[in-house]
């Protein structure tokens, strides 16, 4: 469904994504791994458009994504949350969700069947809804991400660190959150996490990221297995 | 159809209901306080669209009235007297929307020096061209009475007032609001930015132009430093300070203040006005960001929480 094609960036000289390639499989969740710095934040920039790749492509089916603006990548089907919360402040839950709707992807898929109330529900923040987004908890406010990103009605959902900073039970509910997006939506999703168990429980496949290149690719299992995987992680082995 | 709100309905109501009783009086004061007041209105709104709801906040809204201004006498006795006040709302529109998309790259403090410098750098230009032609001041003979002049500045007024109201009804409204509140963000959820800044901004361009004209056919002359005088845009900005610029009573409450207190001072207390308008803005700014408008709504609902216990 996504296909990211020899993606580079680079920042004056500092080489933040080299040479990475990978197809995300339609219906699937696809995990992204790496140590702080890796490039895992980079990658999802360069696919919704916020920032444009040094070198090579993503395209979504047969539609070429870079080069667009964000906005129209938006328009496509892709819809991304931020590490580092966004949320529209001054507004109210219920105002950020249906600014979502109102806007986001031309032929709306995944979430389409939901209204705001829908949305508000499934991620919980149905209570808080007249609030103003930034009187929210943390939590609520990546809750809001999650709720703002459905709202757009993508095809493929691009989760950046939704689960950093929760508690353990809030975990458990994101990780319930996002496999009924998928199985009950049919949105792809794909997943930036440091929670690795969260990821490793959550994902078909995993891509690993180490100084931003690819280091290992495939099966949850099969990865955490890698020997190059525990070194990036780990430390290496004396 | 959603049913109006009273933030919609109280300012239209309100710039109706001046504009119906002040020709009773039958004086060409009432008459002249009243273009005035509609005058100031009419530019708060405008300003809002860009200003308020999108929070980029313009310090230079003087060069739209200015160039309408200017293109009236331009076109003085070449077309029609309204014609030309049209021309001027649609070259101050296009004005816009030639700059817009430079200036709109940039927001927050920056965006603000810039719109001033713009308006500056724009008098100067027609200060030098009207020097160059050997222009100083233009005269403008047998323009509208001041009757009519009244009624097409109260119809500015609503029409302001209405283009704020529907502003905010709309997907435009929306998009503008999400950018005041992130930009990025909202680029991010598919609301095009770019696209709706520059038309916020035309859209705020355009009824400066047409008051603009109507200044020049009131006062009966153009004379460039006084068409782009910088202190009618922090006039602007102290109303919208003053009234608020969340939705379209603001502008409405802004002006109706600062003109009301204007006319009483002058007439009594000449020497403290200036003192008592930047006390105003000073205790506006700390205590009631939001304006009397949000002095009201936050009245209301300590009222509200009280009738509910």
Known sequence: MLTVDRIGKSFGGVRALHDISFTVPEGSIYGIMGANGAGKTTLFATIAGNLAPSAGEVRLRDLRLTGLPPHRIAGAG?????????????LSVRENVATGLRFGARNRAGAAALDA????????????????????????????????????????????????GL???????????????????????????????????LSDHVVVLDHGETIAAGPPEDV?????????????RR | MRLPAPRETVPLLLVAAIAAILPVFGSDYYLGVGFALFGWIALVQSWTIVSGLAGYISLGHVVFAGIGGYVLVLTWGAVPVWAGAVLGALAAGLFALLVGLPVLRVRGPYFVILTFGLAEFAKYVV????????????????????????????????AGTLAVIATRRVRLGAGLAAVREDELAAETIGVPTVRFKLFAFALSAL????????????????????AFDPVISFTIVTMAIIGGSEDARGPVLGALFLVVLSELLWASFPQVYMIILGALLIG?????????AGLLDRLRSTGGARAAT
Do not use: C
Not at chain 1, 119 to 125: A, D, E, N, S
Not at chain 1, 185 to 201: F, K, P, S
Not at chain 2, 284 to 292: Q, R, Y
């Open chain 2, 284 to 292: 506006f700014v700390l205590f009631a960001p939001n304006g009397v």
């Open chain 2, 207 to 226: 009824l400066p132009g047409f008051v603009g004209a109507l200044f020049v056919l009131r006062t009966g002359y153009f004379e460039p430093a006084q």
């Open chain 1, 78 to 90: 892709v819809a991304r949350t931020f590490q580092i919360v966004r949320p529209f402040r001054g």
């Open chain 1, 224 to 236: 955490a297995d890698d020997p190059a995987v525990q070194t990036a992680y780990l430390g290496r």
């Open chain 1, 117 to 164: 109330a829908g949305i508000l529900g499934l991620t919980g923040l149905a209570p808080v809804a007249d609030r103003p987004a930034g009187a929210l908890t943390l939590a609520q406010q990546k809750r809001l991400e999650v709720a703002r990103a459905l709202a757009t009605g993508p095809q493929l959902l691009l989760l950046d660190e939704v689960m950093a």
């Open chain 1, 167 to 201: 508690t353990p039970a809030e975990v458990q509910q994101m990780i319930a959150m996002v496999r009924s997006i998928r199985s009950d939506m049919g949105v792809t999703v794909m997943i930036i996490e440091h929670v690795m168990g969260a990821l490793m429980a």
């Open chain 2, 127 to 158: 200060i030098n061209i009207e020097n160059a032609l050997g222009k100083f001041g233009r005269l403008i003979l047998g323009g509208p009475q001041v009757e009519t002049l009244y009624w097409a500045m109260a119809a500015a007024a609503l």
